[in-house]
């Protein structure tokens, strides 16, 4: 074992404090990362929160890790030590049941192991996440980086960008598709990049005119304001596909009108209350409604060697650990364009 530094939620109502703790020492098949930079998600201020309810404590959130290579198991052949390597939202799964062997570690049929608050099945107690100096995880579970991104950028790509990407992908987005986004964050504006650069006719949805501009700038090739009724029926029946990435209550059967006949709406937004779905929306025209969870480590690498050909990353602002919590209060005002980023460099001062 070797002594991390990080930082933690000692409780649902604590503000996140330097906390000391323990990593394993890499095993055969474990790969050590020193981390350089790791994003901030919604899902880390839900969870030390205890939004969700299921928070263990102490709580060390990050699933957004990008570092290098500090050492790497006798069995490991993919990396080597100065690798730039990153960690995404789990360390682990089953790997036997069906969805594992399919490379759909992220619907395991026993539940994939979070990189944060998940159990851990080989130190003991429960996984501590990437606002910390290092971490050590198994090669399986441990993605490549193009070293011709920007590294601080590329964090939000292991998860706002395969959290998009994922859906794209299995619902063909492309050439020749007509693809709405809904919501303009972090999710949002990778699923309008993404989108673009896979070569389909992207409108972006949002209820800002503040963000029409920016929409365009980021590859939308139309912004529509969802609070007008006139612009919202100019698209009725007309999308391949509809991405929501709106983590807030709103308005389902709006954005379900606008899909065409066998057509799909993916929520991957996940607001606090349930969502309401009139049986009509999806009746006319045999819609489908969906929803989609992160993506399989294959497809995971798959979403970084496409972004680094296509030179895609976040817009991102970088932080020091030591305002974490100023960062939390201006997430939940929407006071980011469009992901926080922590420079772990930072944590030497605490």
């Keep these: 074992m070797f002594t991390c530094t990080g930082y933690a939620a000692a409780g649902a109502d604590t503000a996140l404090a330097p906390f000391t703790f323990q990593r394993r020492d890499p095993g055969p098949t474990d790969v050590a990362i020193d981390i350089l930079y790791c994003g901030v998600c919604h899902s880390d201020l839900h969870t030390v929160r205890g939004e969700w309810g299921n928070t263990l404590y102490p709580s060390v959130p990050g699933h957004e890790i990008v570092g290098r290579v500090t050492a790497v198991g006798s069995a490991v052949t993919r990396f080597r030590v100065g690798d730039v390597a990153a960690v995404g939202c789990?360390?682990?799964?089953?790997?036997?049941?069906?969805?594992?062997?399919?490379?759909?570690?992220?619907y395991c049929d026993n539940?994939?192991?979070?990189?944060?608050?998940?159990?851990?099945?080989?130190?003991?107690?429960?996984?501590?996440?990437?606002?910390a100096d290092a971490i050590v995880v198994d090669h399986d579970f441990v993605l490549k980086v193009p070293e011709t991104l920007d590294l601080a950028a590329a964090a939000p790509l292991l998860c706002a960008g395969i959290t998009t990407w994922s859906p794209l992908r299995h619902w063909k987005a492309g050439p020749g598709k007509k693809v709405g986004i809904v919501g303009l964050g972090g999710l949002g504006?990778?699923?309008?990049?993404?989108?673009?650069?896979?070569?389909?006719?992207?409108?972006?949805?949002?209820t800002?005119?503040?963000?029409?501009?920016?929409?365009?700038?980021?590859?939308?090739?139309?912004?529509?304001?969802?609070?007008?009724?006139?612009?919202?029926?100019?698209?009725?029946?007309?999308?391949?596909l509809i991405v929501d990435a709106v983590a807030a209550d709103h308005d389902i059967d709006a954005y379900l009108g606008l899909v065409k006949r066998d057509g799909t709406l993916v929520q991957v937004g996940a607001p606090e209350k349930p969502l309401s779905v009139g049986a009509f929306s999806v009746i006319w025209k045999r819609r489908s409604f969906a929803?989609?969870?992160?993506?399989?480590?294959?497809e995971t690498q798959e979403?970084?060697?496409?972004?680094?050909?296509?030179?895609?990353?976040?817009?991102?602002?970088?932080?020091?650990?030591?305002?974490?919590?100023?960062?939390?209060?201006?997430?939940?005002?929407?006071?980011?364009?469009?992901?926080?980023v922590i420079d772990m460099a930072s944590l030497k001062a605490a």
């Excluded at 504006?189 to 949002?206: C, E, P, Q, R, W």
């Excluded at 590859?219 to 529509?224: I, M, P, Q, T």
């Excluded at 020091?320 to 005002?333: S, W």
Aim: with cysteine; aromatic share 8%.
């Design 208 to 240: 800002s005119k503040s963000k029409v501009a920016d929409g365009k700038r980021l590859g939308a090739d139309e912004v529509v304001l969802s609070t007008d009724p006139e612009a919202m029926k100019a698209h009725a029946e007309s999308f391949d």
């Design 189 to 206: 504006h990778m699923g309008v990049k993404l989108a673009h650069a896979l070569g389909a006719h992207v409108v972006l949805f949002t």
């Design 303 to 340: 979403m970084l060697d496409f972004c680094g050909t296509h030179g895609i990353t976040s817009d991102i602002e970088i932080i020091p650990i030591q305002r974490i919590e100023e960062a939390y209060a201006r997430m939940l005002k929407s006071d980011v364009k469009y992901r926080f």
């Design 291 to 298: 929803g989609s969870l992160i993506g399989g480590i294959a």
């Design 90 to 106: 789990m360390v682990d799964s089953c790997r036997t049941c069906p969805s594992c062997r399919e490379g759909l570690e992220q």
């Design 111 to 131: 539940g994939f192991v979070g990189t944060y608050n998940g159990p851990d099945r080989k130190s003991g107690g429960h996984t501590f996440g990437g606002y």
